[in-house]
């Protein structure tokens, strides 16, 4: 018997992607195109759940399969010397690309392999980059870096950033990908310091279109042997309101339940659906219900009688404070990716069901 096609984990690639075929069709173009294409430097925007990560490895594979090296990093610490030492290795069967090869000249006298080691280490980032680029341009290889859970408060991202902007104006073959939260990614393209990035690509995951989520169910249940459609499909569709997640989730939940069927039937389409819905309550809206605070809870019961988006100006006088204080905690419940800012000085619930989420728990 077939097994559970569907992929209810983080980062996972899905079998069928919902959705994204025109920018993934845009990017393969981009990255086979010998220009320049704005494409190549694209920030991907979306909540958690949206599918930033998986997407970013499909752009990857793009980009190998189009002959460019390519390296993925998490905004972290220690991220800059990752990206230099996966490119190194990424490019090990191109030519013989050394570390040190522009090195030997310079150096003089006796001096320990520990030594020039120890040189190489210390020898600027963007040094090193620059003599890897020039090894992969010999071969007419372009480098892409794909940087997953970017944020505008690690040094090291906006370093990374900065000297991508000096290798596009050398002329050199350099992509850059990356994704965030909306929120990180605003103040990313709002920092000083890398302004160039407000002229970057920005794809916003949002919502897959219904259309969409329906073709992505039929394929992925024929993989796993079963046929599903009618009103079973339209209800999973339905639940499922085009976030990403929630397809994998409902899919392998409905899957499970029509486990013996051919054919899904209704009634395991509800149970399934049951099912994946308690499961997404526990394991994303109740796992980030509990890290919030006390606060946090007070500024999302203020959202609470809005229909879709709350001013912000009305949250800090329902809240009875300044608002400066209700600003702290917009901030932090941004960061979190609980509620999104569609236009300045309006908020709205950012994760599906949350809101149901708390009214319920809030009634308790
Ligand atoms: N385009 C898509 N179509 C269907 N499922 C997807 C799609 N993108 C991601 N997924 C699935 O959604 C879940 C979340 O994807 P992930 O990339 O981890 O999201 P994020 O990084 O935005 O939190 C995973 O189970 C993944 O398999
Ligand atoms: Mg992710």
Not at 225 to 237: H, P, R, V
Not at 239 to 266: C, H, K, M
Request: hydrophobic residues 45%; glycine residues 8%.
């Amino acid at each position: 018997m077939a097994e559970n096609p569907f992929t209810p984990t983080f980062g996972t690639v899905p079998y069928v992607m919902a959705g994204r075929d025109e920018l993934l069709s845009n990017v393969k173009n981009a990255l086979s195109r010998s220009g320049r294409d704005p494409l190549l430097s694209t920030l991907l925007i979306g909540a958690r759940g949206t599918g930033k990560t998986a997407l970013l490895t499909c752009i990857r594979q793009e980009a190998e399969q189009a002959g460019w090296v390519a390296v993925n990093v998490v905004a972290l610490p220690g991220m800059l010397e990752d990206v230099y030492e996966q490119a190194m290795a990424a490019s090990s069967h191109l030519a013989d690309l050394k570390p040190g090869r522009h090195l030997t000249s310079v150096t003089i006298g006796p001096l320990s392999a520990e030594w020039e080691a120890e040189q190489l280490r210390q020898w600027n980032w963007r040094t090193r980059m620059t003599g890897l680029l020039d090894q992969l341009a010999e071969s007419g290889v372009g480098l892409l870096i794909t940087v997953d859970e970017a944020k505008a408060d690690l040094d090291e991202l906006i370093k990374l950033v900065s000297v991508y902007q000096l290798f596009i104006t050398e002329g050199r073959k350099v992509a850059l990908v990356m994704a965030g939260l909306p929120y990180q990614v605003h103040r990313l393209v709002t920092h000083k310091s890398v302004s160039f990035l407000r002229r970057a690509f920005q794809y916003n995951l949002k919502m897959v279109a219904r259309a969409d989520v329906e073709t992505a169910l039929v394929e992925t249940f024929g993989i796993g042997g079963k046929a599903i459609g009618g009103e079973a499909l339209k209800m999973c569709s339905e639940t499922i309101g085009g976030f990403p997640y929630l397809l994998q989730l409902v899919g392998y939940r409905v899957w499970e339940a029509a486990r013996r069927d051919e054919t899904v039937s209704i009634e395991a389409a509800e149970r399934g659906i049951e099912q994946a819905m308690s499961e997404m309550d526990e394991r994303i809206i109740a796992a980030t219900f509990r890290e919030l605070s006390p606060g946090d809870v007070r500024y999302l019961q203020a959202m609470l009688q809005d229909k879709r988006e709350s001013r912000t100006a009305d949250i800090s006088s329902r809240m009875g404070v300044s608002s400066g204080y209700a600003a702290k905690y917009k901030s932090r419940l941004l960061a979190q990716g609980v509620i999104g800012e569609p236009a300045k000085g309006w908020v709205a619930f950012e994760i599906p069901g949350f809101k149901e989420y708390l009214i319920e728990r809030i009634s308790e």
